[in-house]
């Protein structure tokens, strides 16, 4: 029987509230007598904090609390590693940090508040960018960072505060088998997720020192342990509930504002609310990782790799954030999907005076793949190779080894990069003066960790789908409620969510990593296989049938010419059998690895990983350098296609972002400070800045996945930096290296001069 | 092992924000924008509507909607008969049946909207008390209400809207075998739970077409069902969330103005509060029904009970309400806690013209009560036997059958009987002029019905219980969080309770009937069952230790000298296992009774049953008919006592609010109207108008309730009136039939005048 609800583009259920405007977000939140909430930020990239004197701002009309360091509780809090502390102590290291706190009854008055905040500031020297931070004898960002709590694998030296390495075989012998070696460098701009809701919390006490925090966090159940540490309280007496979200793209996994405005609630007795500008989101939140990555390649005259070498810093901030893991993911990505029998890969996250960066939709990704895809072409090119040909020449294939020795399964990259090449004409590769095609590949996880889900069969007959995963605009919780419906045997139009709340959904990883629709759609398939088998048993009796004739279909339970519906089950059960519930659990099975192949690696092998394949077609004009594009084709295994329309809308959204990063988008800092902290200055594309989005979806399942599906949120955000490089370097011969492949850029080269 | 947190008198988990101040009830609860309803209400007992003119009170400022009959679904809704409307159509039943809603920006301008609201009524011959409505040819309020919807089992006729029937035996048989048959009759007043908080409701509609009430209902389950039924929608787009209440006493069981919210939210898309007053409570809510009861017993000269033949005729307003159910019940306790084998008994619920009269406390068990307890002593005193011996010769004990044939089990009856009168000083009834001692025995039933749970061990080693049921003030959450506690081996401070959330929590058949620490707590340990197996599967694999040779004590599962704690338990199995979760249901088993005995009965057994006998020291003034209570004693059979000093907190209420029944409280109705609307003239015991009461808990376990609890809160409110009545009878002579026994009756009795 062929599914009726999943694999097909149904309508998501988010919709109707985000089309009308009626949605709720986290930063719509409002409670009755709520305070306005906003932090001073240190105007210094780098200084010892003399002083603080709020007295003024605490006499203002209106402002209930000023907090600063000697307020708050004296933690260090962090992930990998605990290096963060909500307000400034003794010294400041970004633009941005955190220095006081201020609620006042309204947000004018707040800020009047903050203007009123005499600091004084005593500068020292600042490590502004990556080659400072490594640099022998640079200035410490942390002096007493070897002190902090940290996981026991971290790999930390000076600046360094991770290396996560990869050694297969022997990188010298793999370049002596080598007929050509190639060596190029890359660098990439730090970026912003552009999320359009800003980063929110509102914060309420109760009189049982309770309290509970509305975010528009990706993570509730992380924030409830990030906020028990930092108000050293026990996870339970945390509440965190996620209203609604405007965009996350990682940018919200880690805490926003919520301790501060947990913190000021604290302190005033009422409710708070802290809500972040375009200006904090540009300077002091958590952007992708600007990186330097340096290639050696070895690779017969036949376009055989034998050997690859590579590096890749990444200038995480002040402090550690996710650097340490997406450090460790990024050598994964400098594999790339190829066989390559000798490696020598290497992640570093480096500290610097700059606001400390997270994780963006593929942390790692588009920066480390840019550099391997265009070092493909550029090895093509160099021996003659069709660059699609020398791709299919070493790509990996069902049954082979990924980098670190796992054994890959539902292989589509094959299909993906002939069906992406078809797609753009590739056999005519050139077909005007400045204008080119270019291709680019890559492979991706799907996040594993752990999803919980409780779903209750309603008096009619519809369904109640519990989980704590929140639903951040990817459609993933439509398809995971697709899974609930079709096993279930009812409509999608059947099923209701509620979701991300710490203490009334179970316990959920997160909306994170690729894996929503993938692991709460697998804890629903648990859920169901025990409401199958309550349903049966209930039916079985009712119907006088054996259980073992029984089957649920068109919701019912049907079987012998008989039939009882779901909404008579459940009214049954109701008056008299506790309801129809279930309690459904995926647990991600672990992937195994070869671990004498990894050293300090946090995420040493990819979960039923996906493969993609991107092509573009675009025009270079010869004279200003400007880059027009004309179409953009995605191929990605999907594994098996939920929701074809939701995952379309993935691939578009993905990939204009991928755009933003390839041609437009940089935080420019200057002596430590962002330039233009403003949505007019920092330039994400729109709609008009965009090709026709054409999607391939492959499907080649997952042996884990609901149905066979595997991730694919992430992955269309990967390769467009690499193929619109490839395309230029195909339409006029220019090879750009650094992200964004500016006009001005392109402009200089052809004209001879030095690309930036 | 002695328990560790059962059995102990331990601080309810509510306490800290009631005592504060800080609690959110659901009058308290507020949203942005959110407008303000009233509802304008009939004027006359039983008229026609002629005309309503909503113009001029739409055209007021601030007005935003106003609804009439014809604005809202035409929807009958109501329990086993569907006799009701939101608001009146074509014709009024009841002073002060909502005929008209209004939403405005304040409170003020929704009353000057209500002022604004031209109706004509075309006033009916009403109905107004039980004589007028049984009489032959007496209107009928409903004309066509052999048409509406019903429980197939309701037998009705006239203005009586349902009868039930129990038979045993052969009463004329019975009678012959007596020496003596008395006759006698009673009556009791309508009167008000007097419950701290008026109803009150938030209503919310998302653009999904979905609406979120905030109640305080004790019922979210049922009132979702309700609101589905009014707003023609499905269930699952109906959430009922219970923030706090402030009592209900069986007052809040059925819908108050959930669906007024609901409907005028839907009309003006904003949020809408609706909020009743005193006068709106004590003259259009949910009281207990008034009755007439008539007795006949016969009995030998030795004082064994033969036979005996009651009816009881229940004033239940307008609706029918829960008249069947209460008229039902009252049956059950017509017959008493006696062994009698013959019986002819028949609870009548009668429609007037009077608010619909609901549930209250235990109902129709003071009124039954009081009617058979005064009768035992009038017997007594009759035949020269001590009442209590009269008693004691006719109660039954364990494994004897109650009157519809259900074998008893768990039957403290007699030590409570024995350490009541003990107490109170039994042996010296009569210690000086006008001072005299009562007593009063009952039996009640502990509701059924199904409850679940989910209960999730948080990562730091707390728990957290999520229930359906509401804590309404009596401390059953507390109970039922004891009772998990002690199972999971934790202590009471580390569960946290989510509740009553129809989206949220699972399942539960709402706290009424003395149900909720009972069913609740024993959905905790079908819960713990799980969560055990769980644990000690995960800590064999921990600990290197057989799984048969574990166990959970100590927040841990400890063996074989080993030890791991649930904390990390929970933090491995988040990490990955999914979570420590498990969803517990208890289905309460039926009580086996004889069908035969019964007719058109809606509850024909009373589960797991409870016994007590109340005792009161009272003097009267022979001036004035001034009653003073001196002490007031409490034998209650409770099974097991969970929480000791919570049950107190049940009996020591629950004997207040049946003092204020038996001495002060009435809704004195005069041509239709409440003549005390307001909490001056409606006269409430105060803690001064109290006597110290003393409780004794008797404990012979129940076979179902854990550890052998039964329901511990509605039957304090059973036997004061009778035990007051009874005292007043031994101090000076005076036999008061009706309720309330105010001092002008006994004042007048005294002087020789017909008691009123």
């Known amino acids: 029987m062929s599914p009726r609800v999943v694999g097909h583009s149904l309508p998501r259920m988010d919709a109707p509230g985000k089309v009308t405007g009626t949605a709720v977000y986290a930063s719509d939140f409002a409670l009755p007598g709520m305070l306005h909430g906003k932090l001073l930020r240190s105007r210094e990239p780098h200084a010892r904090l003399v002083r603080i004197d709020a007295a003024r701002a605490r006499a ?95 790999h930390r030296e000076g600046n360094v505060c991770h290396r996560a390495r990869i050694v297969v075989g022997d990188v010298e012998r793999g370049f002596a088998e080598a007929d050509r070696i190639f060596e190029h460098r890359f660098r990439t701009a730090m970026v912003h997720q552009g999320y359009t809701e800003p980063r929110a919390a509102v914060a309420s006490w109760d009189s049982s020192g309770q309290v509970t925090v509305w975010s528009n966090t990706q993570l509730p159940f992380e924030i409830q342990n990030t906020l028990a540490e930092i108000l050293e309280l026990a996870p339970s007496k945390i509440r965190v509930i996620v209203p609604g979200i405007g965009g996350g793209f990682g940018g919200k996994l880690r805490i926003g ?56 810093w990444f200038d995480t901030g002040a402090f550690a954030g996710s650097g340490p893991g997406v450090a460790s993911v990024a050598t994964l990505v400098l594999a790339g999907p190829y066989k390559i029998p000798n490696l020598l890969l290497e992640g570093y996250a480096v500290y610097t005076n700059k606001t400390n960066c997270g994780s963006f939709r593929a942390p790692s990704g588009p920066q480390a793949n840019f550099a391997v895809e265009s070092q493909m072409d550029m090895i093509a090119d160099a021996l003659g190779l069709d660059p699609l040909e020398f791709r299919l020449q070493n790509i990996v294939r069902e049954g082979d080894e990924g980098p670190t020795g796992q054994v890959l399964a ?46 209750k069969i309603n008096p009619d007959g519809t369904v109640a789908l519990n989980t704590g995963a929140a639903e951040i605009g990817t459609a993933a919780l439509t398809g995971a409620a697709q899974v609930l419906a079709e096993e279930l045997g009812v409509d999608l139009a059947d099923i209701g969510v509620v979701s ?161 990063q390839a041609l437009s988008e940089e935080l420019v800092y200057a002596e430590g400070r962002v330039l233009n902290p403003n949505l007019t200055d920092y330039k994400m594309p729109t709609a008009l800045d965009l090709p026709r989005i054409e999607s391939i979806l492959v499907q080649h399942p997952s042996a884990v996945g609901p149905y066979g599906a595997k991730g694919v949120g992430e992955p269309p955000n990967i390769e467009p930096p690499a193929a619109v490089a490839n395309a230029v370097a195909a339409a006029v011969g220019v090879r750009v290296t650094t992200l964004p492949i500016t006009a001005e850029k392109v402009a200089l080269a052809l004209s001879g001069e030095t690309a930036p």
């Open 500 to 660: 991300a709340d710490t203490f009334a959904t179970p316990f959920d990883f997160g909306a994170q990593g690729s894996r929503t629709a993938f692991a709460v759609g697998n804890a629903c398939r648990a859920a169901v296989a025990d409401l199958r088998r309550q349903l049966v048993g209930l039916a079985a009796a009712q119907l006088g049938v054996p259980a073992d004739a029984l089957e649920l279909r068109d919701k019912a339970v049907v079987g012998a010419g008989k039939r009882v519906t779901l909404a008579e089950l459940a009214r049954l059960s109701q008056a008299s059998g506790g309801g129809l519930i279930a309690h459904g659990t995926f647990i991600a099975p672990p992937t195994a690895y070869d671990a004498k192949r990894v050293e300090a690696h946090v995420y040493p092998a990819f979960h039923s990983p996906s493969f993609h394949a991107h092509a573009v077609d675009l025009s270079v004009d010869r004279e200003t350098g400007e880059i027009t594009l004309h179409r953009y084709v995605v191929a990605q295994d999907v594994g098996f296609a939920v929701n074809p329309a939701a995952i379309e809308g993935q691939i578009e959204g993905g990939v204009a972002q991928g755009l933003g």
């Open 257 to 312: 504002v919520e301790h501060v405005a947990a913190l000021l609630a604290r302190r005033t007795g009422r409710p708070v609310r802290v809500l972040t500008t375009s200006e904090e989101e540009l300077t002091a939140a958590y952007p992708r990782q600007g990186t330097r990555v340096e290639l050696r390649t070895g690779v017969t005259r036949a376009g055989r790799i034998t050997a690859k070498e590579g590096r890749i």
């Open 60 to 154: 203002l009309p209106g402002v209930r609390a000023v907090l600063t360091a000697a307020d708050v509780p004296d933690v260090r809090y962090g992930g990998a590693l605990k290096d963060e502390t909500v307000l400034a102590r003794d010294r400041v290291r970004y633009v941005g940090q955190p220095v006081a706190a201020v609620a006042a009854t309204t947000r004018e008055a707040a800020e009047a508040a903050l203007a009123a905040i005499e600091v004084v500031y005593e500068p020292l020297p600042a490590v502004l960018d990556l080659e400072a931070a490594l640099a022998p004898g640079a200035p410490l960002i942390h002096e007493a960072w070897a002190t902090y709590a940290a996981i026991p694998i971290l």
């Open 410 to 455: 539902g292989v589509g990259l094959e299909e993906c990069l002939r069906r992406a090449a078809a797609a753009i004409g590739w056999d005519d590769r050139r077909p005007a003066p400045g204008r080119g095609k270019g291709l680019a590949c890559g492979w991706w996880t799907t996040t594993g960790g752990s999803s919980g889900v409780y779903v």
